[in-house]
């Protein structure tokens, strides 16, 4: 069956940088994209990027101006989401799913991120 | 830039009541593209609704999805009570891919 586990909970200082791993399973890992999705706290959901775990060729919102990286290990089935800068605004819930043509069929168990000195 | 407005943002209902949540796109979108999640709290969101109106591997078919152009429309045709939960509707055409803010379906 198809799983997608993300790494744990992180605490980060303001400024400092993010990376958020996703490790697939139960499907070839380089047929599908991998998308990046996070929600704050009673916020809605926000798109933030996508990898396509075969190529390796990546796409942003351009929300985040600059300050994610998505990259992908085909050997270890494993994508990540950096994220650099970070202020109090970027505390919360990080998703990665993988993506058919844009729509989510699986999601991993979320990685909570807070933000705090 | 599509932005999604779903509404209303509460519904309260009593299982086995018919819903109807609503979604409009701030202008005409593909109705291939168009995407029903739901998410119960303390999960992650799960894949209903896909292409306006197919449903995903194994949802009911209690659960369906109508509407073309800017009005988009997710129906359960009797509620039960596993179906409370958050739904937000999404636009996968172009990116950036947008969501909607959510209706919150509670129980009366």
């Known amino acids: 069956q198809v799983q997608l586990v993300q790494s744990g909970a992180e605490v980060v200082k303001p400024g400092a940088s993010v990376k958020v791993s996703c490790k697939a399973s139960g499907y070839t890992f380089t047929d599908y994209a991998i998308h990046w999705v996070r929600q704050a706290p009673g916020q809605r959901l926000e798109w933030m990027g996508w990898i396509n775990a075969g190529q390796g060729d990546t796409k942003y919102s351009q929300n985040f101006r600059g300050r994610v990286t998505i990259t992908r290990d085909t050997s270890a089935t494993t994508a990540y989401m950096d994220l650099s800068s970070l202020r109090s605004e970027d505390t919360a819930v990080y998703y990665c799913t993988r993506g058919v043509g844009g729509r989510m069929e699986f999601w991993g168990q979320g990685t909570l991120v807070t933000v705090s000195s | 830039e599509i932005v999604l407005t779903q509404s209303p943002g509460t519904l309260s209902l009593s299982p086995g009541e018919r819903a109807t949540l609503s979604c409009r796109a701030s202008?005409?979108?593909?109705?291939?593209?168009l995407a029903w999640y739901q998410q119960k709290p303390g999960q992650a969101p799960r894949l209903l609704i896909y292409g306006a109106s197919s449903r995903a591997s194994g949802i009911p078919d209690r659960f369906s999805g109508s509407g073309s152009g800017t009005d988009f429309t997710l129906t359960f045709s009797r509620l039960e009570p596993e179906d409370f939960a958050v739904y937000y509707c999404?636009?996968?055409?172009?990116?950036?891919?947008?969501f909607g803010q959510g209706t919150k379906l509670e129980i009366k």
């Open positions: 999404q636009y996968y055409g172009s990116s950036p891919y947008a």
């Open positions: 202008q005409s979108v593909s109705s291939s593209h």
